[in-house]
């Protein structure tokens, strides 16, 4: 499949790409360039407080390993992020 580069650096992907990958409007990427290629990896962004909150569990379970979530899920429902709006 073939694309071309647009005026200001942009590309369009092609809409069967977005639709099975489940691309949207605002999702970021990273970008990397490897072996003379481009490549593009969706990235989900987490606030820093969330992340601080998240190494706290880790660091608390190392601590007490006894305290423990039920799931991933859980842990992340303890602070505020549900996994299930988020399409992971």
Known sequence: MMIEMR???????PNDIIKR?????GDKFEVMER???VFLCPVVVYP???LEQIAKIIKDHENNPT?????????????????VDCDV
């Not at 990958?21 to 409007?25: A, P």
């Open 48 to 50: 820093k407080a969330k």
């Open 7 to 13: 005026a200001r650096s942009q590309i369009t992907l």
């Open 67 to 83: 305290a423990v979530f039920e799931s991933v899920e859980d842990m992340f429902r303890d602070i505020g992020i549900d996994l």
């Open 21 to 25: 990958l489940g691309i949207s409007e």
């Open 35 to 37: 072996d003379g290629g």
